[in-house]
């Protein structure tokens, strides 16, 4: 029973994730003089971008408890969490490229 509960979790978690991976919403506005009409674009961050690190970091530290919950009960999960935090802060914080270079047209 244990380990069914806890495969529909991780397969709840991993669904769940797929949610903010939704197309970024922009505004559009018209600025308009006597010669030309410029069109500015702000583009708004969705939930995914302004909460990147967050949720990596906390989706990491869910997996590892999981792991270690289903390896060694209580005690592993405990571990497996912190261990799991630790990677993903790593990952998240020092490995991840920051800085991607997009053409823009």
Not at 11 to 28: C, D, K, M, N
């Amino acid at each position: 029973m244990k380990r069914v509960l806890s495969i529909t979790l991780l397969l709840l978690l991993t669904a769940g994730t797929l949610v903010f991976t939704a197309e970024p919403i922009s505004a559009q506005t018209v600025v308009s003089t006597r010669t030309t009409t410029v069109v500015r674009r702000r583009h708004r961050r969705t939930f995914w971008q302004k909460h990147r690190d967050k949720l990596t970091v906390a989706g990491t530290t869910a997996t590892g408890a999981a792991i270690g919950g289903l390896a060694a009960g209580k005690k592993g999960a405990g571990i497996g969490a912190l261990v799991g935090a630790g990677s993903g802060a790593l990952y998240t914080y020092k490995l991840r490229k920051r800085h991607r270079h997009y053409r823009r047209y």
